[in-house]
T-cell receptor
């Protein structure tokens, strides 16, 4: 499958812990986006990377950080976890640059549960 | 700041009835709007984009700049249309190519 892949699919952890979510974009896509989905807020944009560089930042908490590596995969690090961080975290990719015409390709998401 | 509002979190209709999912946006420039859909156990995917003026799976959406709306419509709903629908606005400014701002989503249920 050459689509966007995210790992892990499910993650249960405790408050105060730190987790890393991983995303591999579609082959050839240079842009990676992270979104948080919760029942009350819908899909919230967190951060975007293009070819290793941060391009846009949304409502991302200081406890969260991300990066995109030379092989274009990306990781979202969530630390000092709180109950409210429980959500579905989506990664999406697109060709990037001016070749992006609005279609983002989404992964299946990583469901994080903080107990 | 750009914003997308979907006022209905839940929408239920019967099969064969018309359906309209509402979307309003706030954007100072010329908007590029999209509808994304997430069927049960499937990934979020693009349904249609306003610049294409296309009809996908019987759905259409017209951009109304005067009312800043981009409502999604289908004259005869089918059970397979049951899904979560997101309206999205493309950020065309700065260095962010392709970032989308999504609404809160509407869960459409089509009853037999």
């Amino acid at each position: 499958d050459s689509g966007v892949t995210q790992t892990p699919k499910h993650l249960i952890t405790a408050t105060g812990q730190r987790v890393t979510l991983r995303c591999s974009p579609r082959s050839g896509d240079l842009s990676v986006y992270w979104y948080q989905q919760s029942l009350d807020q819908g899909l919230q944009f967190l951060i975007q990377y293009y070819n290793g560089e941060e391009r846009a930042k949304g409502n991302i908490l200081e406890r969260f950080s991300a990066q995109q590596f030379p092989d274009l995969h990306s990781e979202l690090n969530l630390s000092s976890l709180e109950l409210g961080d429980s959500a579905l975290y989506f990664c999406a990719s697109s060709p990037g640059g001016r070749r992006t015409f609005g279609e983002l390709f989404f992964g299946e998401g990583s469901r994080l549960t903080v107990l | 700041a750009q914003r997308v509002t979907q006022p209905e979190k839940l929408l239920s209709v019967f099969k064969g009835a018309p359906v309209e999912l509402k979307c309003n946006y706030s954007y100072s420039g010329s908007p590029e709007l999209f509808w994304y859909v997430q069927y049960s156990r499937q990934r979020l995917q693009l349904l249609l984009r306003h610049i294409s003026r296309e009809s996908i799976k019987g759905f259409t959406a017209d951009l109304n700049k005067g009312e800043t709306s981009f409502h999604l419509k289908k004259p005869f709903a089918q059970e397979e249309d049951s899904a979560m629908y997101y309206c999205a606005l493309k950020d065309a400014g700065g260095t962010s190519y392709g970032k989308l701002t999504f609404g809160q989503g509407t869960i459409l249920t089509v009853h037999p």
